[in-house]
């Protein structure tokens, strides 16, 4: 199944459904409202853009795992894009902007109309630009196939609102935060993807979705985010189990995975010296470098702004790109450039070559992400 990146043109029909009423659904969360769209072939899609899936990483969650969402009361307004996750170039942007789209062509099931598989789409960009805005990542191909698409923001970069004249370049290069600590674990990106997934697992079967079919599928950035996943105890629910059993456990929260255009077993996603960052980063904007509490508490006081304009004092040469760090909260008895043949158990791979998804030239490769 490929996915294609494509600028298509939404359109959302506003007559000729049943009471000429947007669609409604009850999760375990709450009521949401929708709205409809059309697939290419003419079939009328149930779009609900813009869910809430986590609260808001601001303030106090700054530099934070994700916190999932809670129940709300009254009818939830799913009838448009959430804004994107901060960002260059790229405009409206917020630091509130977890939320995922879920398009269907059915919102029940039955033995006549069972619950349709699920396609979780991980978008690409670097982690460092792009979301899940349904002109650019909508349902128009799919939706034709009986299945259920979801579409996800995550955060992106360090944190925030890098402005228009920052290189790009610089901007990647601190990653996702990270002290190595409680204090700022790092990749917390990834971590959006995995509650992301939960909100799936509890709640997509409301919309005609199989919790126990979901797909997860990326590339570039999204391919190695898939990449990840396969590895990770958070990702298999299983976290309790891996570390005590000492091994991968059965997939949890996903049961198929399509990687493509890059993956996390290459090594420049990978980084070791994410302190070393966070300390740069500090004195850049006029923080303490001394502790990682030091660091963070000084951080949460910055704005978005100076934290973007502070990018400026890192070095291409110097402080080469890593995305992920390595989370002190996870198991570290297992790496996965080191023994990369640790896959989780599934219908993923059947086998595995050592150097699969791997870049020959890792030089040219540095040169051209």
Same mark, same amino acid.
């Given at each position: 199944?490929?996915?294609?990146?494509?600028?298509?043109?939404?359109?959302?029909?506003?007559?000729?459904?049943?009471?000429?009423?947007?669609?409604?659904?009850?999760?375990?969360?709450?009521?949401?409202?929708?709205?409809?769209?059309?697939?290419?072939?003419?079939?009328?899609?149930?779009?609900?853009?813009?869910?809430?899936?986590?609260?808001?990483?601001?303030?106090?969650?700054?530099?934070?795992?994700?916190?999932?969402?809670?129940?709300?009361?009254?009818?939830?307004?799913?009838?448009?894009?959430?804004?994107?996750?901060?960002? &260059?170039? @790229?405009?409206? $942007?917020?630091?509130?902007?977890?939320?995922?789209?879920?398009?269907? +062509?059915? !919102?029940? #099931?039955?033995?006549?109309?069972?619950?349709?598989?699920?396609?979780?789409?991980?978008?690409?960009?670097?982690?460092?630009?792009?979301?899940?805005?349904?002109?650019?990542?909508?349902?128009?191909?799919?939706?034709?196939?009986?299945?259920?698409?979801?579409?996800?923001?995550?955060?992106?970069?360090?944190?925030?609102?890098?402005?228009?004249?920052?290189?790009?370049?610089?901007?990647?290069?601190?990653?996702?935060?990270?002290?190595?600590?409680?204090?700022?674990?790092?990749?917390?990106?990834?971590?959006?993807?995995?509650?992301?997934?939960?909100?799936?697992?509890?709640?997509?079967?409301?919309?005609?979705?199989? &919790?126990? @079919?979901?797909? $997860?599928?990326?590339?570039?950035?999204?391919?190695?985010?898939?990449? +990840?996943? !396969?590895? #990770?105890?958070?990702?298999?629910?299983?976290?309790?189990?891996?570390?005590?059993?000492?091994?991968?456990?059965?997939?949890?929260?996903?049961?198929?995975?399509?990687?493509?255009?890059?993956?996390?077993?290459?090594?420049?996603?990978?980084?070791?010296?994410?302190?070393?960052?966070?300390?740069?980063?500090?004195?850049?904007?006029?923080?303490?470098?001394?502790?990682?509490?030091?660091?963070?508490?000084?951080?949460?006081?910055?704005?978005?702004?100076?934290?973007?304009?502070?990018?400026?004092?890192?070095?291409?040469?110097?402080?080469?790109?890593?995305?992920?760090?390595?989370?002190?909260?996870?198991?570290?008895?297992?790496?996965?450039?080191?023994?990369?043949?640790?896959?989780?158990?599934?219908?993923?791979?059947?086998?595995?070559?050592?150097?699969?998804?791997?870049?020959?030239?890792?030089?040219?490769?540095?040169?051209?992400?």
């Amino acid at each position: 199944m490929l996915l294609v990146f494509y600028y298509t043109y939404s359109v959302e029909l506003i007559s000729g459904h049943i009471n000429n009423a947007n669609p409604k659904v009850t999760t375990p969360l709450g009521d949401i409202e929708g709205s409809f769209m059309q697939s290419l072939l003419g079939k009328s899609i149930y779009a609900f853009r813009g869910i809430r899936y986590a609260k808001a990483p601001v303030g106090e969650l700054r530099f934070q795992p994700p916190v999932p969402v809670e129940n709300w009361s009254g009818v939830y307004n799913a009838t448009n894009d959430g804004p994107m996750c901060p960002q &260059p170039f @790229l405009r409206p $942007i917020s630091e509130d902007c977890l939320y995922l789209n879920i398009y269907t +062509t059915k !919102l029940s #099931s039955s033995r006549y109309n069972p619950k349709r598989p699920v396609l979780f789409f991980i978008h690409p960009g670097g982690f460092f630009l792009m979301s899940s805005a349904s002109n650019w990542f909508g349902p128009q191909y799919l939706l034709d196939r009986n299945i259920v698409l979801v579409t996800i923001n995550y955060r992106l970069g360090s944190l925030g609102k890098y402005l228009n004249r920052l290189p790009y370049i610089l901007y990647r290069r601190v990653g996702f935060m990270s002290t190595g600590d409680k204090w700022a674990p790092g990749n917390n990106g990834l971590k959006d993807q995995v509650i992301a997934l939960k909100f799936v697992k509890h709640n997509i079967a409301s919309f005609g979705g199989d &919790p126990n @079919l979901v797909t $997860i599928v990326g590339y570039s950035a999204g391919g190695i985010s898939v990449a +990840t996943h !396969l590895v #990770s105890p958070m990702s298999t629910g299983n976290l309790e189990r891996v570390e005590q059993e000492n091994k991968c456990s059965p997939l949890g929260l996903f049961h198929r995975a399509i990687g493509m255009s890059c993956s996390s077993f290459n090594q420049w996603p990978m980084g070791n010296h994410q302190f070393n960052l966070a300390q740069k980063q500090a004195r850049l904007v006029g923080c303490s470098d001394d502790t990682s509490e030091n660091i963070i508490r000084c951080l949460k006081t910055k704005s978005a702004e100076e934290i973007g304009d502070s990018l400026g004092g890192f070095k291409v040469n110097n402080d080469r790109r890593r995305l992920i760090a390595a989370d002190s909260s996870r198991p570290s008895h297992r790496r996965v450039i080191s023994s990369p043949s640790h896959l989780s158990a599934g219908q993923l791979i059947a086998d595995f070559i050592f150097d699969n998804f791997s870049t020959f030239l890792p030089i040219l490769f540095y040169l051209l992400v």
